[in-house]
């Protein structure tokens, strides 16, 4: 079945530096792969999609890159704030589906401190 | 435009009790979701609609019950609630690739 890793160790670094989130998956080629971002007592928020046949993506300060033949997706922000603190969530598509369906990893807390 | 709108936001429950959580999107989404979130197991699927009039199973349906009434609702139903069903609950829809969420219900089950 379809598996998603993300590291459930928080991130703590200092601002100003560069943040990396790690998403693993397993069992499956997906179309594409994406990003949200998770504040304490909300619902997730969609920050960037990539697809397969792209390297790597930018948006502001956001960087994703994905790799298919690690089955990897790394997740950086650059000149980190306190604000970027949050749960930010890797999700795949649901193998099999055209429904918009989503698997999502676990997320990975980012403590940024000033 | 509000999004996705869920109500209410917090609720108590004794086991045994019924209720029904509400969702709305104004966004003309074919694509409805419910999950339910816990500390540990991350957002799971519980439900879901491609479109109006359509309901299939995700990964943890037992217990729970939909209805698509409309394209804008999305409603999510416990007929006899139980402990196990403490959680926070959320609503998504799409239109094509990404999710957009509502700000979710913490429901307690005593």
């Known amino acids: 079945s379809q598996k998603i890793e993300q590291n459930s160790e928080a991130l703590n670094i200092q601002e100003g530096k560069t943040a990396t989130l790690t998403c693993n998956y397993t069992?499956?080629?997906?179309?594409?792969l994406q990003w949200y971002r998770q504040d304490p007592g909300r619902g997730p928020v969609f920050l960037l999609l990539?697809?397969?046949?792209?390297k790597e993506k930018r948006k502001e300060r956001l960087k994703v890159t994905f790799d298919t033949t690690l089955k990897q997706s790394l997740f950086h922000i650059t000149a980190s704030q306190p604000a970027d603190s949050a749960t930010y969530l890797c999700a795949l598509p649901v193998l099999s589906s055209n429904t918009g369906k989503l698997i999502f990893g676990q997320g990975t807390t980012l403590q940024v401190k000033p | 435009n509000a999004g996705v709108t869920q109500t209410p936001k917090f609720q108590v429950l004794k086991t045994g009790q019924s209720m029904t959580l509400q969702c709305a999107q104004d966004?003309?989404?074919?694509?409805m979701y419910w999950y339910r979130q816990d500390p540990g197991m991350g957002l799971r699927l519980i439900y879901y609609s491609a479109s109006e009039g359509t309901t299939d199973k995700g990964e943890v349906p037992n217990g729970y019950n939909v209805s698509r009434l409309n394209k804008r609702e999305f409603s999510l139903r416990l007929e006899s609630a139980a402990p196990s069903q403490t959680s926070v609950y959320f609503c998504?829809?799409?239109?094509?690739?990404?999710?957009?969420f509502g700000p979710g219900t913490r429901l307690t089950v005593l």
């Open positions: 998504a829809s799409s239109g094509r690739d990404t999710q957009y």
């Open positions: 069992n499956y080629s997906p179309a594409y």
């Open positions: 990539i697809r397969e046949n792209e």
């Open positions: 966004m003309n989404h074919n694509s």
